[in-house]
């Protein structure tokens, strides 16, 4: 497969050529070093050590700005349909008399199997998105906790049985993206991971980006792991797309048909080495075994 780049594109590899993509830590934009600093000190350690979801119990990871009364319990006790959260377990049940949803309050837009995924607007839906935000801030070290969720899509991802639809992962979504960002925060539950759910959840992504006939990208910055997953990800569409192709392709036209950004595409080629400056030009030289060790690892 040989490569050809538009001259716009020409230039921003040439930028990048030599250079690593950096994909900082989150900031801390407007505080200074004072508050900076007692941010860091609370952040520092975590405030729930245990929190029981449906038929599980998580130990967490990281600090959550949850109200003050519910810091510093041994365990808090969530309802897995709604999100509503309590101090103890006969509160929970008291609320689980009352409460008659068995699924995420939103639009099922997908099911296959026992697999769903929901859309749930955050200003339709505020007090459920909010208190997913809390929830997922207990396994997420980078998130900055988002209080005004009316401006994004939460795609909530279930398992059904015959109890009910019980939460997997989730990601969220800007609902008017300036740099078209398809994705936000994304989280598997710990009880769920190693399953294929985080690499569902980015693909699924890209599907809606499709739909909106948008070039998608995630939200800056990524975590560590965060940028392991993408680049996997983006790894195996283009070689999937590489497979199929037998004469000089573009940029452009990897786009079009994997909706994946221009700078993401170049990063992903530039990370497998894939790319040659030869001649004066940049060449794509991927032989067929290259493709298929990518495809299987």
Excluded at 65 to 91: A, D, N, Q, T
Excluded at 125 to 131: A, D, E, G, L, P
Aim: hydrophobic letters at 35%.
């Amino acid at each position: 497969v040989r490569l050809d780049l538009e001259s716009g594109e020409k230039a921003r590899l040439l930028a990048k050529r030599g250079e690593e993509v950096n994909f900082v830590e989150e900031g801390h934009d407007g505080m200074d070093e004072k508050a900076i600093a007692e941010h860091e000190r609370i952040t520092r350690v975590k405030n729930v050590n245990t929190v029981e979801l449906g038929r599980h119990r998580i130990d967490t990871w990281y600090f959550t700005p949850l109200p003050r009364e519910y810091h510093h319990h041994e365990v808090l006790f969530w309802r897995e349909y709604c999100l509503s959260f309590f101090c103890s377990k006969r509160e929970l049940q008291r609320h689980v008399g009352r409460c008659t949803l068995r699924h995420p309050p939103g639009d099922e837009i997908y099911r296959k199997d026992n697999v769903s995924m929901f859309e749930v607007d955050g200003s339709k839906s505020k007090i459920y998105c909010q208190n997913l935000s809390y929830f997922a801030k207990l396994f997420l070290d980078h998130k900055t906790l988002q209080h005004d969720v009316d401006t994004f899509f939460f795609y909530v991802m279930c398992e059904l049985d015959e109890y009910g639809y019980h939460m997997t992962g989730y990601f969220s979504k800007e609902k008017e993206s300036e740099y078209n960002n398809n994705l936000a925060c994304i989280l598997t539950l710990p009880p769920y991971q190693r399953k294929g759910y985080g690499k569902f959840l980015i693909s699924f992504s890209y599907e809606l980006s499709k739909k909106e006939n948008k070039f998608g990208t995630p939200e800056r910055p990524l975590s560590d792991l965060g940028l392991v997953s993408y680049t996997s990800f983006w790894t195996r569409i283009l070689m999937n797309y590489f497979k199929k192709q037998h004469a000089s392709v573009s940029i452009k036209e990897i786009c079009q048909a994997t909706f994946i950004r221009t700078e993401d595409i170049i990063f992903t080629l530039q990370h497998l080495n894939l790319i040659k400056y030869y001649k004066g030009q940049h060449v794509l030289v991927i032989p067929p075994k290259v493709v298929d060790y990518h495809l299987k690892h």
